[in-house]
């Protein structure tokens, strides 16, 4: 069996609201990113806002991270409790926005899905893993 590695590039400025009108639509403005926000003030003390980088995958998933040169400690409501990287937390809090997302019968609701899956795929990559899956599951 092999296993193909996921890939990830930051999208270029230029190009941030095109990839997120092709994958979400307004939704993003309007859904996704106050999730994204909202759920990275819940998990972490330490993120008080800030520049996200735009991260598109070679297996066509997608996830926002923060600009930072510090960690983030992380408390989640299933008692996990751990410092990550700044790639690490926007992994976290775009997995949970997916999620909490994807309740529904909207478009949305199936695209956030579908991202749930392509992300957790590259998470299972990250130097990280383990503490990803431990402050998701």
């Known amino acids: 069996m092999t296993t193909n590695i996921i890939t990830n590039t930051i999208v270029p400025e230029s190009d941030r609201m095109a990839i997120v009108d092709r994958l ?3 939704a993003y403005v309007l859904k996704l990113e106050p999730a994204v926000f909202s759920i990275a003030e819940a998990l972490s003390e330490e993120y008080t806002g800030g520049f996200w980088e735009f ?3 070679t297996n066509g998933g997608f996830y926002v991270a923060p600009r930072f040169d510090t960690e983030f400690t992380l408390s989640c409501e299933n008692g996990f409790q751990g410092k990550v990287s700044p790639d690490a937390f ?3 809090v775009c997995l ?3 999620s909490e997302l994807s309740f ?3 478009r949305l609701a199936q695209v956030c899905a579908e991202h749930y899956h392509l992300l957790r795929e590259y998470a299972s990559q990250h ?3 383990k503490l990803i899956y431990q ?3």
């Open 96 to 98: 949970y926005a997916y």
């Open 104 to 106: 529904g019968e909207d």
């Open 24 to 26: 979400f639509g307004l």
């Open 90 to 92: 926007g992994i976290t």
């Open 55 to 57: 991260h598109e995958l």
């Open 135 to 137: 402050a998701i599951d």
């Open 127 to 129: 130097p990280e893993a």
